[in-house]
């Protein structure tokens, strides 16, 4: 038998009978899906330190299970100090396994040891995608404390298979992520 992530069971489970319920579809495929969860660090700083660019690739790398890799300035910004092909930032795509993988871990570890944690914000994007920005890497218990040299904030986007935003936000919060209450 194959290894299937215990938060894929739990959407195949408990999610979409639940969605099917909400909105009324009438079959399995209507429901939507979480496609993929991208993660993103922009690093203005990186124009004067190449290191702090090696720093957040292992320590995204670390976080995600998977390799991240560096994003590159498309053009020329000389008041940034910003030259094209210039490294600005990092970011890694999860699909599959390792998207369910780290949700869960978002879930259940990470969002938890923010300090005064009281939900995240429902703000969409209007096409059934949701933002979520982290102000410390170091809420992940893969990163090691007396390591870090600066505290970075990083973006984690949900691209789901939703038509709309509402239908999107009730499939995260199904999945378990704790939005503020209206």
């Known amino acids: 038998m194959t290894y299937v992530p215990s938060l894929k069971k739990v959407y195949e489970e408990q999610v979409v009978p639940a969605l099917m319920k909400e909105f009324g ?3 399995v495929m209507q429901c939507p899906k979480l496609e ?3 993660i993103n660090q922009g690093l203005g700083d990186a124009t004067a330190d190449k290191k ?3 720093i957040s690739l292992k ?3 670390a976080i995600t299970g998977q390799k991240a890799v560096a994003t590159l300035s498309k ?3 000389a008041g940034f100090k910003v030259r094209k092909g210039n490294a600005i930032g990092v970011k890694v795509t999860l699909r599959r396994a390792k998207m369910y993988e780290f949700l869960e871990r978002l879930i259940k570890v990470a969002l938890p040891r923010i300090r005064d944690f009281n939900g995240i914000g429902g703000k969409m994007d209007g096409r059934g995608n949701y933002t979520l920005g982290v102000t410390e890497q170091i809420i992940f218990p893969e990163i090691n404390m007396d390591s870090v040299t600066k505290i970075q904030g990083m973006n984690i ?3 789901t298979s939703a038509n ?3 239908e999107a936000q009730s499939l995260l919060s199904n999945f378990g992520l704790p939005f503020k209450r209206k």
Request: hydrophobic fraction near 40%; charge should be negative; charged fraction near 35%.
């Open 36 to 38: 993929k969860i991208v």
């Open 59 to 61: 320590e995204i790398s």
């Open 157 to 159: 986007t949900f691209v």
């Open 52 to 54: 702090i660019i090696e």
């Open 164 to 166: 709309t935003d509402k």
């Open 25 to 27: 579809y009438t079959t």
């Open 75 to 77: 053009k020329d910004i």
